[in-house]
């Protein structure tokens, strides 16, 4: 976990010193696409919540539509994580696969911030006790800073089982 996070610090720092002019109009648009992988924690609010145990996820989306203005757009797509928790002899491990629905909103240039929903299916399984698997929904917001015009870090507040996330994302 701490190699992935020095990649990810790695990388933004990277960015940061590339001389790359930000051209874009606009942060989101229609036929762009998104993959990324962000870093979360679980607080201990909402119903995963066990304590302060780490989780990984990537995504996928791909913007469908203009909504209403030319700064507001749909994206839609795929995400997959893991997440794991020891508490005692119970050691607690989560897999969950879904779908992503963000609609994206740009205040100012080179800030993308979104909201949206993730129906999910995940299965945990245990150690000691018995396997589970269920469906959920979770909702979500955050905004994404365009460092270039195709690399972005962003931060994410979550009802799922990353609470609070940041990452790093590819725009192509």
Known sequence: MNRLMIVIAIAALSATSLKAQYDDLYTFEQGNSLIGVNVGVNTGIGPLSKDNATAVSVFYEYCLTKLFVDECTLGGGFFGG???????????????????LNVHYQFVDRLDTYAGVDPNYHITTYKIDHDKSRFALYAHVGGRYYLTNWLGVFAEASTGFNNFSGGISVKF
């Open 82 to 100: 893991y997440y794991k928790d020891s508490f005692g002899a119970e050691v607690e491990k989560i897999y969950i696969a879904g779908l992503r």
